[in-house]
């Protein structure tokens, strides 16, 4: 009985929390320029999304070009940069340690807009012009602490002889490094990567500061002003519907496998 | 220290210069005329006026309804979760981490749209429904997260000193979750104060928070007034950190 | 004659398939020290936690003071107890800890103080109230944590492990203290641990358990002393554990030569297994008094005894404790009084499967059809009983050449071989003789000869 109250609950709660994308998802499926006014199934929407053959907003494509390009090159560089700095920190002791933590927590605590302002106002100061670069160096700034805290909790957990072992069967400090401890830290790297992939897609805020106006826009920011022109253009519903349906199966194919591995564990 | 300590030292330039020095920058803009002088005009201005402090007062009164609705509604959804026997299928954790990953302007525009076929009246109503179904999941998790890794016996250890199981979750589950809420509360409050995209999608641009203020003045180049209004938020989220003890994190990975 | 506090009637619980506890009765009489004691996964923790209300039994009943709360929750039960990680509340400090279970029970404040002033002193952790737990060692916790239980005055405590975490040192000067606070309280203490010595030290009973089922209840040195089977001999304490012959009534053979023993009963001509513990074999020079001969194979001083290895002149290995050392290679003579020879009946013979006849030359058991010799005797589809010898199992190193895949689960040097007992991949026990040398928790696989495979009636 308290079984049934309790998934009553967390289903009616799913379904509401879940009704706006579902509208969205079935309103993808017809040519109706406002939601709810359903004027015939139709995939145009869909083929216009995937020709660039939009009424006057043909920068969708290439604002997800962006979003994608910048969110690589981010999290790339984030977690090349993260990843030799964790390995620095969990060397480090005392003051230094926490200080460099301290300052590595900063930009996982402050708002996206606080972010947003001081980099602005950096660039500002600096006098560098922003756009292309600015943004890639501002998605950096926020994605690389989340590596470090990824990569962090695997260095902690690996037997500090691992390194010494491998100098002492002969390697070099960068053989060790490579066939070693970059092969144990690699669950950490990955994880950290993923993180700061979607950090930098899902980010708006950083993005609307740093990008200045040479007219870049990635997804983010393309759905702002395009909402403030009024209403969402009707190609970012199958949009919306194609990147709800991707997560929904990369975090079942992510789960499955870890399901199937703690099964495994288990035998 | 070893030489590996070293490694540490391009990443320590990068956050100086990335993160020192632009907060430091928000403070010397803040406290800056136009003309570079150094003034407390920015605060004076901001204090004065009554409609920048109406809203400033409107955006913490959201802000903190909204992470109340949250916890409400979103404690007891994490307890079933993490109860082996009211809730045993993983798809329904997945379900509710989900959202955490889809761009949250998409999932805000999604849900204005929805209100706007629906017919309802764009306002302060509609603003803390869309800002509970951007930002239930992100209370949900860490406390889910930390009642699904507590240790069974606390609870059996209580029921072994007599408590009745209602005890045992008001007196020793509860309390032991906090760690949970508290991050719960980070991650709703923090982005709901500073917000400024979300309201402006949520009330049609009829309600304005402090974010979207903040971002106007950037925008129309008042970075001294912008930068001291950026202080102002800093200083409110320094206050709301401090809830938070940094040795007990909880917040775990996001998958 | 005390009255019993505790009885556990018939207790049978599984986990899925796995039987955890096999039909398990204990009586604990009021104010015993009673350590339940045996292997990882033997079942010890699962009886504890049913006693305790955490977890049911699929069958059978829990009767505690003349009361069967079988189905009475934890919180109303009239026991507490010392959780193996302690479980102290870490949002709590220590004295709020202690008082936890009292507020419960809406004990008046005043009343609360003194009782855990008392249970702190009895702790000897006075000062320690204020103190956050997680601040605490581990020793510091583990006191804590006791007098979290026995504040409450149950009347029966349970511990968990309770010193499993602690180090050594720390853990001899806990088992005295607990053997005094046991005095003091006069309550009944249930103790579950892995540690024989500690269960020796410690206990006025001692209840051994494997695979689910108790093996033997008895006295510290009952359980030393007489042992009852191979298991037990094994687990408590160094033993020399052989196949032997009861000849007849006082006359055991084994290691080759004839005994004589204080056992009768057995029969004539029946095997058993026989165990003399290492310290009551009598190691000399070779003379002419001695009851058989061994060459010393090695010797290693142990603090306050020698343990050597000898070869005897049958080819047995021994294991002898002496405080007189004797070198490798030196011939030496041996006496084993007839008291110091414990003498076991054999839970089996050989192995013995329930089996179905396929065809003329096929049997099926433990789930896998076999080949045998060919018989007429019994059609296809009756059911037979199988047998195979412990020495004709054949073991090799990889599971996937075998019939059958399994692990070995337990062994025992009986002298000449080992004796193995391979738990097969769905669930079966197969004992094996074999003179290879196997570790626990190996991965084998398991054939069996056509030839060695004997049929013969059911009983029934």
């Not at chain 1, 969205?24 to 083929?47: H, M």
């Not at chain 3, 298991?231 to 007849?248: T, W, Y």
């Not at chain 3, 405080?323 to 006496?335: K, M, Q, R, S, W």
């Not at chain 3, 089996?348 to 896998?368: L, W, Y």
């Amino acid at each position: 009985m308290k079984r049934f109250f309790a998934q009553c609950y967390i289903w009616i709660l799913l379904i509401v929390l879940y009704a706006p994308i579902v509208f969205i998802a079935v309103f993808s499926f017809t040519e109706s320029k406002v939601l709810g006014n359903w004027t015939g199934f139709s995939t145009k929407l869909y083929s216009n999304l995937f020709t660039g053959n939009m009424q006057g907003t043909g920068s969708l494509m290439h604002a997800i070009e962006n979003t994608v390009i910048i969110a690589l090159i981010a999290a790339t560089v984030s977690t090349i940069l993260g990843t030799i700095a964790a390995i620095g920190i969990h060397n480090m002791r005392g003051r230094a340690k926490q200080a460099i933590a301290f300052m590595n927590n900063i930009p996982m605590l402050n708002p996206d807009i606080i972010t947003g302002v001081s980099l602005f106002l950096l660039f500002v100061f600096l006098h560098i012009s922003q756009g292309y670069v600015t943004v890639v160096l501002a998605h950096i700034t926020f994605c690389t602490p989340y590596v470090v805290l990824s990569v962090l909790p695997k260095l902690t957990q690996m037997n500090p002889n691992i390194y010494e072992a491998a100098l002492d069967l002969g390697a070099t400090p960068f053989q060790a490094l490579k066939k070693v401890l970059i092969p144990m830290l690699k669950p950490g790297m990955i994880s950290g990567f993923i993180l700061a992939f979607t950090m930098s897609l899902d980010d708006f805020a950083v993005t609307f500061f740093t990008r200045g106006t040479i007219g870049l826009d990635t997804l983010s920011t393309y759905i702002y002003t395009d909402a403030r022109k009024g209403g969402l253009t009707p190609e970012l519903r199958p949009m919306i519907t194609i990147m709800f349906l991707g997560i929904l199966l990369l975090l079942i194919v992510i789960n499955m496998r870890k399901i199937r591995n703690t099964n495994n564990a288990v035998k | 220290m070893t030489k590996r300590s070293t490694w540490a030292l391009p990443y320590a330039i990068f956050l100086v210069l990335f993160v020192a020095l632009p907060l430091i920058l928000i403070i010397l803009y803040a406290f800056q005329d136009g003309s570079g002088n150094f003034t407390f005009g920015n605060f004076t201005k901001f204090f004065t006026d009554t409609d920048a402090i109406e809203t400033f007062a409107l955006s913490l009164e959201v802000a903190i309804e909204n992470t109340a609705l949250c916890i409400l509604l979103g404690y007891p959804a994490a307890w079933i979760l993490a109860n082996k026997n009211l809730n045993r299928s993983a798809v329904t954790i997945v379900l509710f981490i989900m959202p955490m990953w889809i761009n949250a302007l998409m999932r805000t525009l999604a849900t204005a749209e929805l209100f706007h076929m629906l017919g309802v009246q764009l306002g302060k109503g509609t603003l803390l429904v869309g800002m509970v179904y951007d930002y239930l999941p992100f209370m949900i998790y860490p406390i889910y997260n930390i009642l699904n890794r507590m240790d069974k016996s606390y609870a059996e250890a209580a029921q072994d000193l007599g408590a009745t199981p209602w005890q045992v979750f008001w007196k020793v589950q509860v309390p032991l979750s906090m760690p949970g809420v508290v991050s719960g509360i980070m991650m709703v409050f923090m982005p709901t104060v500073s917000t400024f995209a979300i309201s402006e999608f949520l009330t049609n641009n009829k309600i304005k928070l402090f974010g979207t203020i903040i971002q106007e003045n950037i925008n129309s180049s008042m970075w001294n007034y912008g930068a001291a209004l950026s202080l102002v938020m800093l200083i409110i989220i320094g206050i709301t950190s401090l809830l938070q003890d940094n040795k007990k994190d909880v917040s775990g990975g996001i998958v | 004659m005390k009255e019993n506090i505790i009885e556990l009637n018939n207790i049978t619980k599984h986990f899925g398939d796995k039987c955890i506890l096999d039909n398990v009765s204990l009586s604990v009489k009021k104010g015993e020290f009673v350590t339940i004691l045996g292997p990882s996964g033997c079942g010890k923790t699962t009886l504890l936690r049913i006693l305790a209300g955490f977890g049911s039994a699929d069958s059978g009943e829990v009767v505690i003071n003349g009361e069967n709360i079988t189905d009475v929750p934890p919180h109303q039960r009239p026991v507490n107890t010392v959780f193996q990680r302690y479980a102290l509340f870490p949002h709590l400090d220590v004295y709020e800890n202690i008082a936890f279970g009292l507020k419960l029970q809406k004990v008046p404040v005043d009343e609360i103080d003194t009782r855990v002033r008392k249970v702190l002193k009895m702790v000897s952790m006075t000062d320690y109230e204020d103190r956050d737990v997680e601040s605490l060692s581990g020793g510091q916790q583990q006191r804590v944590a006791i007098a979290r239980a026995i504040v409450n005055q149950p009347k029966v405590l349970l511990l968990d492990e309770p010193l499993a975490a602690l180090d050594l040192k720390m853990r001899k000067d806990m088992q005295i203290e607990l053997k005094e606070m046991h005095r003091k309280l006069g309550i009944t203490f249930i103790y579950v641990t892995h540690d024989q010595e500690e269960a020796l030290t410690l206990s006025d009973t001692i209840v051994v358990m494997n695979e689910g089922k108790i093996q033997q209840i008895g006295t510290p040195t009952d359980i030393y002393n007489e042992p009852q089977n191979s298991f037990v001999a094994d687990f408590i304490g160094e033993s020399n554990i052989l196949n032997g012959r009861m000849v007849k009534d006082r006359l055991v053979e084994f290691a080759g030569h004839e005994f004589e023993c204080v056992d009768e009963g057995f029969g004539e001509n029946v095997d058993v297994d026989v165990v003399v513990r290492p310290e009551d074999i009598y190691i000399m020079n070779k003379t002419e008094g001695a009851q058989f001969t061994a060459k010393v194979k090695t010797c290693i001083f142990k603090g306050v005894h020698y343990e050597m290895l000898v070869d005897t002149d049958t080819r047995h290995e021994l294991m002898i404790q002496d405080y007189n050392a004797f070198e490798p290679d030196t011939e030496v003579g041996l006496i084993i009084r007839p008291a110091d020879i414990q003498v076991m009946k054999k839970e089996r013979i050989c192995n013995t499967f329930e089996a179905e006849i396929i065809s003329e030359d096929r049997v099926k058991f433990m789930d896998e059809e076999f080949e045998c010799k060919p018989q007429t005797t019994f059609a296809p589809g009756q059911k037979v009983k199988a047998e195979v010898k412990f020495n004709k199992v054949e073991l090799i190193d990889h599971p996937e050449d075998g019939m059958l895949a399994g692990t070995v689960y337990f062994l025992l040097y009986k002298g000449d071989h080992y004796h193995l007992t391979i738990l097969t991949d769905d669930g079966y026990h197969i004992w094996v003789d074999t003179n290879d040398i196997w570790d626990k928790g190996d991965l084998v696989g398991i054939n069996i000869a056509p030839k060695d495979i004997k049929i013969i009636k059911c009983d029934d």
